[in-house]
């Protein structure tokens, strides 16, 4: 699903982001990806969902390579793999229900039609009875879970997740945690960026470990 | 070469999507590959096919996703009411200044054409001449469709008409003769063309005893000339104000564009195209063109209304019954279409420069 290839990306002004990273993330994987602030784990998620362009090497997700996708093209990827954010980047004019419609309403569904699909999302993470609260009104770890129902409501093949539970206590994050864990038992692929050591080893999938910018371990299942 | 396979279903629906996706961007920037990534796998991953109801996107769907986007960029104007009027204003005002100019032109054309606006035609005949041809002659003119009235003026007649000028009783007095012709004076009807006077001219010059024919036609085409001139000004002055328009509308769009940093970024991650993404400015630039010209036709209509009596007063010195009269259902139309395309113009140019920073590097 993802394999990075050599990959390199350094900024202008010398600041090196990854440096000759390889690793294959197979289709149905969950993964975890460690590693110090500025290690490259940011940068990493961004060259998969193209928000930038990887210096040098070949990124792969889907079978694609991203090195010939055109930018038009961009948005159809984008389309295939749900993302959330340490700081959940909702829109706060709009409820909870049309922040979790948005991907389907930019795929081209008409609001009625996604309906059923927002709600299945929002009793997923549990918070369907909030569906008419604008973000403001929810706590943390609810904004967190919003962002999460709005990643899966497409039935994307991939989820990102960038520092998922930055924020959040440790009961909260393992729930959220739980939560990547029965979209990767549906087959979902799953790679999750996270500095919190002790939950990812809790967790027990393969990891990744940055340092850097460049891939110093990856652990097996253990 | 399989993509995302647990999504087949979904890029199934993708293809019955991509037109729509692709008619929702306006213009050029909707994706122009939209989609065909899609095409591959909807042919090889057949399985759950079932699975997902999809995304039916009709006509219907489009409309309705248009009509809500657009419902939103309104209201988003009305939230800031003074804001969005003055820059209205500001958009009307640059439109009401060519189409009153255009207004202006155009009815001392219609007066030009209507009152008394039709040169005299007179004839000079040789000295000399008979009654009976002069009789003749009169009569050829009256038969004439294209002259409404005919008057007659005798060399005795001429005398007297000049001798009443100031300065010039004793002239023709000392002279002992009278040195006038008999003048025959035309007036042509009002349908007449130019093109159809000249033609009489030449054959009237043939006519036996006449001298010379003079057809008297130089104010009119100076006013002609003054007013085909004004009229390429307004259309020029139409021109200038039109750009300003657009970069108002640019302007304004952009500011937006700045304070919706956020939620562009957001559409843009999760897959909003860059159509998507513009739609809602678009529409702002459209709306604000429209109301900035259904303000500019208030503005044209309270000031000619307010002209309207001194027109009254200026047409009573001429005698005329001229009435002020409006601009017409056309100019409305043009000014109204001006008004959209300008709006799509000036928020694509905003949208597109700031699409510059959406691109990976």
């Known amino acids: 699903m993802i394999r990075f290839d050599g990959v390199s990306k350094r900024y202008p002004g010398g600041h090196v982001g990854l440096e000759q990273v390889s690793f294959h993330l197979e289709r149905g994987e969950i993964a975890f990806l460690t590693g110090h602030s500025g290690a490259g784990k940011s940068t990493l998620m961004k060259l998969i969902m193209l928000l930038e362009r990887a210096s040098a090497g070949q990124v792969w997700v889907g079978g694609h390579n991203l090195r010939t996708l055109k930018n038009s093209r961009i948005p159809y990827l984008r389309r295939n793999i749900g993302v959330v954010f340490q700081d959940h980047q909702l829109l706060f004019d709009r409820t909870v229900f049309d922040n979790v419609a948005l991907p389907l309403l930019i795929a081209g569904y008409s609001s009625s039609d996604c309906a059923g699909r927002v709600r299945a999302a929002l009793d997923m993470v549990g918070l369907l009875s909030k569906e008419k609260l604008f973000p403001v009104a929810l706590s943390g770890g609810e904004q967190q879970r919003v962002g999460l129902a709005r990643a899966v409501v497409n039935r994307p093949a991939l989820i990102l997740a960038d520092e998922p539970t930055g924020n959040l206590d440790p009961q909260l994050s393992t729930e959220i945690m739980k939560l990547f864990e029965s979209f990767n038992q549906v087959g979902v692929t799953v790679l999750i960026a996270s500095h919190d050591l002790a939950l990812v080893a809790r967790m027990r999938h393969r990891i990744l470990t940055l340092d850097h910018g460049r891939l110093v371990a990856d652990q097996e299942v253990q | ?361």
């Open chain 2, 1 to 361: 070469m399989s993509l995302f396979n647990t999504n087949s279903t979904r890029q199934q629906d993708g293809r019955r999507q991509r037109p729509a996706d692709d008619k929702a961007g306006v213009g050029k920037f909707a994706g122009k590959n939209a989609g065909s990534t899609v095409h591959k796998d909807a042919h090889t991953h057949k399985r759950g096919a079932n699975r997902q109801t999809a995304a039916t996107l009709t006509l219907h769907s489009l409309f309705s996703l248009h009509r809500q986007v657009s419902k939103d960029a309104l209201s988003r104007l009305l939230k800031n009411p003074v804001a969005s009027l003055l820059n209205s204003l500001l958009i009307a005002v640059a439109f009401s200044l060519p189409v009153m100019l255009f207004v202006l032109v155009s009815n001392v054309q219609v007066l030009g054409a209507t009152w008394d606006g039709q040169p005299k035609i007179s004839i000079y005949l040789n000295n000399g001449v008979s009654q009976k041809i002069i009789d003749q002659r009169i009569a050829d003119y009256r038969e004439n469709p294209l002259i409404k009235e005919v008057v007659y003026i005798s060399p005795e007649q001429g005398v007297s008409d000049f001798q009443q000028k100031v300065g010039l009783q004793n002239v023709i007095a000392q002279l002992g003769f009278n040195p006038l012709p008999s003048v025959i004076e035309l007036l042509p009807a009002s349908e007449a063309s130019f093109e159809q006077l000249d033609d009489i001219v030449i054959h009237f010059q043939q006519m036996d005893g006449v001298d010379q024919v003079r057809l008297d036609r130089q104010w009119v085409q100076r006013l002609q000339a003054i007013l085909t001139m004004l009229e390429r000004f307004a259309l020029m002055l139409g021109g200038i104000l039109g750009l300003t328009v657009v970069l108002v509308i640019s302007n304004t769009v952009r500011l937006s564009i700045e304070s919706r940093r956020d939620e562009i970024k957001i559409i843009s991650m999760v897959g909003g195209t860059r159509g998507f993404i513009a739609m809602p400015f678009i529409y702002m630039g459209v709306w604000y063109g429209v109301i900035g010209a259904v303000l500019a036709q208030v503005i044209v209509f309270s000031l000619l209304t307010v002209l309207s009596h001194e027109i009254k007063n200026i047409a009573g010195l001429y005698n005329s019954e001229m009435v002020l009269s409006g601009p017409g259902f056309s100019v409305l139309g043009i000014l109204l279409l001006s008004g959209i395309v300008f709006g799509v113009l000036g928020a694509m140019s905003s949208c597109y420069r700031h699409f510059q920073a959406l691109v990976p590097d």
